[in-house]
Protein backbone atom coordinates (compact mmCIF):
# COMPACT_ATOMS: atom_id res chain seq x y z
CA UNK A 1 0.00 0.00 0.00
CA UNK A 2 2.76 2.12 0.70
CA UNK A 3 4.28 2.23 -2.38
CA UNK A 4 1.26 2.76 -4.15
CA UNK A 5 0.94 5.89 -2.02
CA UNK A 6 4.12 6.59 -3.27
CA UNK A 7 3.91 6.48 -7.14
CA UNK A 8 0.70 8.06 -7.03
CA UNK A 9 2.20 11.39 -5.64
CA UNK A 10 5.26 11.19 -7.91
CA UNK A 11 2.33 11.35 -10.65
CA UNK A 12 0.24 14.17 -8.88
CA UNK A 13 3.38 15.98 -8.15
CA UNK A 14 4.66 15.50 -11.96
CA UNK A 15 1.33 16.41 -13.10
CA UNK A 16 1.37 20.19 -11.21
CA UNK A 17 4.54 20.59 -12.42
CA UNK A 18 3.90 19.33 -15.76
CA UNK A 19 0.62 20.19 -16.80
CA UNK A 20 -0.78 23.33 -14.34
CA UNK A 21 2.37 25.22 -14.01
CA UNK A 22 2.27 25.59 -10.10
CA UNK A 23 6.13 24.69 -10.53
CA UNK A 24 6.61 25.39 -6.56
CA UNK A 25 4.45 22.65 -5.48
CA UNK A 26 4.95 20.83 -8.19
CA UNK A 27 8.61 21.00 -7.37
CA UNK A 28 8.26 20.48 -3.68
CA UNK A 29 6.50 17.59 -4.31
CA UNK A 30 9.16 15.82 -6.06
CA UNK A 31 11.53 16.73 -3.79
CA UNK A 32 9.47 15.20 -1.05
CA UNK A 33 8.77 11.89 -2.53
CA UNK A 34 12.34 11.23 -3.90
CA UNK A 35 13.26 11.77 -0.15
CA UNK A 36 10.22 9.63 1.23
CA UNK A 37 11.63 7.05 -1.30
CA UNK A 38 15.22 7.02 -0.57
CA UNK A 39 14.30 6.46 2.86
CA UNK A 40 12.41 3.69 2.85
CA UNK A 41 14.86 2.34 0.29
CA UNK A 42 12.28 2.14 -2.39
CA UNK A 43 14.57 1.37 -5.34
CA UNK A 44 11.61 1.45 -7.63
CA UNK A 45 9.85 4.32 -6.59
CA UNK A 46 13.24 6.24 -6.43
CA UNK A 47 14.14 5.31 -9.99
CA UNK A 48 10.70 6.24 -11.23
CA UNK A 49 10.96 9.61 -9.05
CA UNK A 50 14.38 10.49 -10.67
CA UNK A 51 12.89 9.24 -14.14
CA UNK A 52 10.11 12.29 -14.03
CA UNK A 53 12.90 14.65 -12.74
CA UNK A 54 15.29 13.86 -16.14
CA UNK A 55 11.80 14.22 -18.27
CA UNK A 56 10.51 17.54 -16.93
CA UNK A 57 13.97 19.13 -16.89
CA UNK A 58 13.96 19.77 -13.49
CA UNK A 59 16.99 20.00 -10.69
CA UNK A 60 15.46 18.37 -7.61
CA UNK A 61 17.18 17.97 -4.02
CA UNK A 62 20.63 18.99 -5.95
CA UNK A 63 20.04 15.85 -8.76
CA UNK A 64 20.57 17.69 -12.38
CA UNK A 65 18.00 15.99 -14.81
CA UNK A 66 21.22 14.30 -16.36
CA UNK A 67 21.73 12.46 -13.51
CA UNK A 68 18.51 11.33 -12.76
CA UNK A 69 18.27 10.10 -16.25
CA UNK A 70 21.51 8.46 -15.47
CA UNK A 71 20.61 7.00 -12.14
CA UNK A 72 17.34 6.15 -12.82
CA UNK A 73 18.28 3.80 -15.73
CA UNK A 74 20.98 2.30 -13.48
CA UNK A 75 18.54 1.24 -10.92
CA UNK A 76 15.76 -0.01 -13.31
CA UNK A 77 18.97 -1.90 -14.83
CA UNK A 78 19.57 -3.65 -11.83
CA UNK A 79 16.29 -4.22 -10.74
CA UNK A 80 16.17 -6.26 -13.88
CA UNK A 81 12.87 -3.53 -15.02
CA UNK A 82 12.42 -3.47 -18.76
CA UNK A 83 9.60 -1.44 -19.23
CA UNK A 84 7.96 1.43 -16.64
CA UNK A 85 4.89 2.96 -16.42
CA UNK A 86 4.54 6.70 -18.32
CA UNK A 87 4.21 9.09 -15.45
CA UNK A 88 3.78 12.36 -17.02
CA UNK A 89 1.23 10.75 -20.04
CA UNK A 90 3.46 12.08 -22.48
CA UNK A 91 4.17 8.98 -24.11
CA UNK A 92 1.40 10.06 -26.55
CA UNK A 93 2.04 13.85 -27.40
Known amino acids: MAGT ?3 SSIGSAAAALAR ?3 LDAGHRA ?5 RAVKARHMDYEVA ?3 RVVAELGVECDGVS ?3 AATESRRILQV ?3 EKTPDLLGMANA
Open 5 to 7: RCR
Open 20 to 22: TGE
Open 30 to 34: LGESL
Open 48 to 50: LTL
Open 65 to 67: PED
Open 79 to 81: LGV
